[in-house]
């Protein structure tokens, strides 16, 4: 039996907690920064507003909320401090990883307390440096160093992705490893989302034991073909959907918060070079911020949208009935694509908001300056290649098979295969 639960309350009391921290958010974002990572004090006081609850199970205390509604929260995140909301997106976005390695994995990454995200992922496409070989009981693991590992300072296992070879060719098996057994970089040095704490990875030890339930081919995670002992329908949600939808939740909430800040700072400032006393005034202001309002407005709609279709194909596969192949492979590759123009939208949205906010805009102090970085950061994500995911959806449009990619945003899990043996 599918359980559906009524997460509007639980949803409305976590967005007022981040209400409530957000100008603390903002306050503390320069510091974190400068450290290169959130301290454990947001951390907490994150985790204490429910914000890394919204995807986790309900069977172990989570608030399993709605893709559509997990989408509200990392915006709001987002709108005061965009390393906050990547960090939160993680989380939340990430949970179909343990989920989808099995039952015992469940078990163990959501049984035990925690404060802080549960899970981090990270190098789960071709280009991994990881390497895994079976052994008696488990896997062997080696290789490395795992790149962009986002929330794996503050999560109790990250799931990594390697590279393995049984002779009859290569795939991707992702491994949860438990944070003491691994060594963390200071090498996230980067122009944006600076206090994500995104951090490279290596094994304490030249090789890693792991158990046999604890690395999974990556073709069963995607497919969703372990049983996790969970019933909600969210555990049917198409992975694409719910991952791609809140990551342009992100790119709303930083234009959003950005928005907010032009506005309070702009009001009573003279706008150099005219004779308009307030920048508020001026028609040049206007016609800026329609502009801004409309991409904003138009990601947005998009993402809700997209989310939305998320729960409901959630639902159908929770009852049975799944959607049609070729339609969730059109799906994932226009959520895919539409995400990719979200964040190019808001990010251009918020370089108008910057260019408009004269000379003291680019002082580490002022928050514009930061979501003008954050933002632009996320159309770079390596999954955002916005040229290559437009190509992917016209190819579906027009009739032709779209490029085969290996990893997190392969679309071949929706095309009809052949069977192939398990190990």
Known sequence: MVVTQDTSETLATVLEKVRALGP?????????ERAGRHSDETIADLDATGAFDIGSPAEFGGHEMSVRQQLDVVSEVSRWD???GWTVWAGASTHWIPV?????????VYGPPWVGPRVAGSSHFPASRGRARRCEGGWIISGGPWTFGSDALWTPYTNLGCIADDGDGKYLVGVQVPRDQLRFLDDWKAAGMRA??????RLAEDELFVPDYRGVDFRDVVGGTLDSGLKGSLWKTPSLGWSFSLMAGMSIGIAEGALDRFLERSAGRPLRGTTYKNQLDAPLTHLMLTEVHTKIRSAKLMTRANAEET?????????GTPGDPEYMRMFSARVLAETA??????????ELLQRNSGSTAIMESEPIQRAWRDARVITLHGALNLEALSENHGRLMAGAQP???DGITTLDRFAPAPPRERA
Do not use: N, P, Q
């Open 24 to 32: 603390t958010l903002r306050e503390r974002a320069l510091d974190a």
């Open 82 to 84: 965009g390393s906050a």
């Open 100 to 108: 989808g390695s099995g039952a015992r994995v469940v078990e163990e």
């Open 196 to 201: 994500t704490g995104s951090v490279s990875m």
């Open 311 to 319: 729960d409901r194909l959630g639902a159908l596969a929770a009852a």
């Open 341 to 350: 123009y979200s964040a190019k939208w808001c990010a251009e949205a918020v």
């Open 403 to 405: 490029h085969k990619d």
